[in-house]
């Protein structure tokens, strides 16, 4: 019994995140000023808060107004998500809609006749609900895109044009043929209440109307019938390199080198980041990518280093920092539709799962599942 309580009483004092993955539980003890009038300094909460949310852990925190330099724990832990993002704050979704950053949420939890009435663009057979869905979800259900004569799609005008905005979602793909299968961030000027038919253009209608796309979808053997192999992006702007096919500019990819796998009939946890640029000819635009709260790329001005090929796609790894992107070469609009979607027309279609979209101003991240508190602790003298 002595040498089970002397076990129990050891504490390691780690700084490395090698150290954490082996802990089963982590307190952090945080020294806050004393005097009441002073903020209190939470730089070392954060420093630790990132590395534990590196490492894929969970930690409980408490905090005490306690002497300078002095680290105690003086109250029962309270538990906080190593995680960031606007879900961090909401278990499993509920009431993220509420968050004032969200601009748009739907967790596809209704009938199909009141969710889908949200969107546009969709046929009623090419939209349907499923019982399947991500474990991590809050819900029961997600929606099925089907890509038959009326095409599965949802699409979104958003309220105002918005200059930076992020996209999650989570998607299982049930199949690998498909032409276009996967979540889109556009822009078009003027306005439109419907998606509008952007094949082939670069950044400008002929009758001068404005429209820029950024995608996220499956990619390998788009358009021939034969499976796609990977996730890549897929995009449309005014300022897309490389020549036309047929006097047409088909959308971009950004993903060439990354090789995404397509990884079918598993839940993916997805987000987009699109930032506008901020001057007419300005090339400050930038495209970010999450898997799973993993950072896919990040394509900001000077990084990552590679060269548009010979078609307009954009290899990383030799060359130069990345140019940056000119999404728009006017500013009198942003940001304003989203869509998901599954169009095919060749081959052997399949059906997509889409669940949990959130839209919003600042970063999302995937659900904070939670966890259970801990009841086998106690305090030793």
Request: charged share 15%; glycine share 12%.
């Amino acid at each position: 019994m002595a040498q089970k309580k002397e076990d129990e009483r050891k504490v390691a004092l780690v700084g490395l995140g090698t150290d954490l993955k082996a802990a089963d539980f982590i307190v952090v003890a945080v020294p806050t000023p004393i005097n009441e009038a002073l903020p209190p300094d939470l730089k070392a909460l954060r420093i630790v808060s990132e590395l534990i949310g590196k490492n894929k852990m969970f930690a409980y925190f408490s905090r005490r107004r306690c002497r300078i330099g002095v680290f105690m724990l003086c109250s029962l832990p309270i538990p906080v998500l190593a995680q960031v993002g606007i879900a961090a704050k909401y278990v499993r979704d509920s009431g993220i809609g509420t968050d004032p950053a969200v601009v748009f949420s739907e967790n596809f939890e209704s009938n199909l006749a009141t969710f889908s009435a949200r969107f546009t663009g969709g046929g009623p057979s090419g939209i349907a609900t499923s019982t399947d869905h991500a474990t991590t979800s809050g819900g029961l259900q997600s929606v099925r895109l089907r890509p038959n004569t009326n095409h599965g799609t949802l699409y979104r005008q958003l309220p105002t044009n918005y200059d930076t905005l992020y996209m999650r979602y989570y998607v299982k793909y049930l199949g690998d043929v498909s032409h276009h299968a996967g979540a889109y961030i556009g822009g078009y000027s003027p306005p439109s209440s419907f998606p509008q038919g952007d094949a082939g253009l670069k950044g400008v209608r002929p009758n001068g109307d404005k429209l820029f796309i950024s995608a996220f979808e499956q990619t390998g053997g788009q358009g021939t019938g034969q499976p796609n192999t990977r996730l890549d992006a897929y995009n449309s702007w005014i300022d897309m390199q490389g020549p036309s096919f047929g006097g047409l500019f088909f959308g971009r990819s950004m993903l060439v080198t990354e090789n995404v796998p397509l990884n079918t009939n598993n839940w993916q946890c997805i987000e987009m980041r699109v930032k506008m640029n901020t001057t007419v000819a300005g090339h400050d635009g930038e495209l970010q990518l999450w898997i799973n709260d993993t950072s896919i790329q990040n394509f900001v001005p000077g990084f990552p280093v590679g060269a548009y090929d010979s078609a307009g796609n954009w290899v990383s790894g030799v060359g130069s920092g990345f140019p940056g992107l000119q999404w728009r070469d006017v500013l009198t609009y942003g940001i304003n539709w989203i869509k998901l979607q599954n169009y095919s027309d060749v081959g052997t279609p399949y059906d997509v799962l889409f669940d949990d979209l959130v839209v919003a101003t600042s970063r999302i991240g995937c659900i904070n599942a939670g966890l259970p508190a801990p009841t086998n602790l106690r305090v030793l003298p």
